[in-house]
């Protein structure tokens, strides 16, 4: 979620919250806009590769979760630096 559409989420609450959904129709909803472009998405073929280069569970397990739930390797980042593990 952008942040234009972050604010426009929040000023809908705040019109359901005190009752005046109306006030919505007047605010034009932002453009939604998908930044992944087909090209740049993996192949299966690339995708097996990859899970056949990894040279443990862990590399694994980290290329699996990132193809099955879409998330960017940011937050594979962010969870590393939360992980006990080492």
Do not use: H
């Not at 992944?36 to 979760?65: C, G, K």
């Amino acid at each position: 979620m952008n942040t234009r559409n972050y604010f426009f989420y929040i000023i809908k609450v705040i019109c359901d919250e005190i009752g005046k959904p109306e006030l919505m129709e007047s605010i034009p909803r932002p453009p939604t806009q998908s930044t992944v472009r087909r090209r740049n998405l993996l192949t299966q073929s690339e995708i097996a590769a990859l899970l056949r280069a990894s040279r443990d569970l862990y590399e694994r397990a980290i290329i699996e979760v990132l193809v099955e739930s879409g998330c960017r390797i940011g937050l594979i980042e962010a969870l590393e630096s939360l992980s006990s593990f080492d």
